[in-house]
């Protein structure tokens, strides 16, 4: 198997953002919980670790597909509990993020307010809400708020879109 790359990311409803990382070809496993960033240990917001081959996608696809299927330019008043943010676990990594920001910010015409963070803690969420859109698409949650976002990927990254998405 080839060597998986993880990346973390925050934006909106967990259970949206699985749903959307678990569409895309190269992207092996996605882990869906709540993060909390090392500088604030205690303050933890819904997220997803994604597992990913980077032959296949590449970070930067991951972090425009992130930006585009979240509000990543309105700081709403349900952010402490959807934080929009990328974190990141190598410290190193964090220049190139702020690289991608800067390059993505062009493709938006309000400012990005994603937060890049270091890494903190995770804590999975109850099985029962795991694999929550494809475990039944026909949900009415899934319908109105995720669906959106898969018809989204079909349309703006169809060559990242997965066969698993039909």
Not at 15 to 25: D, P
Not at 46 to 71: G, M, Q, W
Not at 134 to 149: L, V
Request: proline fraction near 4%; charge should be neutral.
């Amino acid at each position: 198997m080839d060597d998986l790359d993880t990346i973390r990311f925050g934006g909106g409803c967990h259970w949206c953002t699985e749903a959307v990382f678990m569409a895309l070809k190269g992207v092996v496993k996605v882990e869906q919980g709540f993060i909390a960033p090392l500088e604030n240990m205690g303050n933890f917001s819904e997220a997803v670790i994604v597992h990913y081959s980077p032959e296949i996608i590449d970070l930067k696809d991951l972090v425009a597909i992130h930006l585009d299927t979240h509000r990543s330019t309105n700081n709403h008043s349900m952010r402490n509990k959807y934080r929009s943010a990328i974190y990141y676990f190598k410290k190193n990594d964090k220049p190139v993020l702020l690289k991608i920001m800067s390059e993505l910010q062009q493709d938006f015409n309000a400012p990005l307010i994603t937060d890049i963070l270091s890494f903190g803690t995770f804590k999975s969420s109850e099985e029962q809400f795991q694999n929550y859109y494809f475990s039944d698409i026909d949900k009415p949650f899934c319908k109105t708020h995720i669906a959106p976002k898969i018809k989204l990927l079909k349309e703006k990254y169809v060559q990242h879109v997965s066969t698993r998405v039909t």
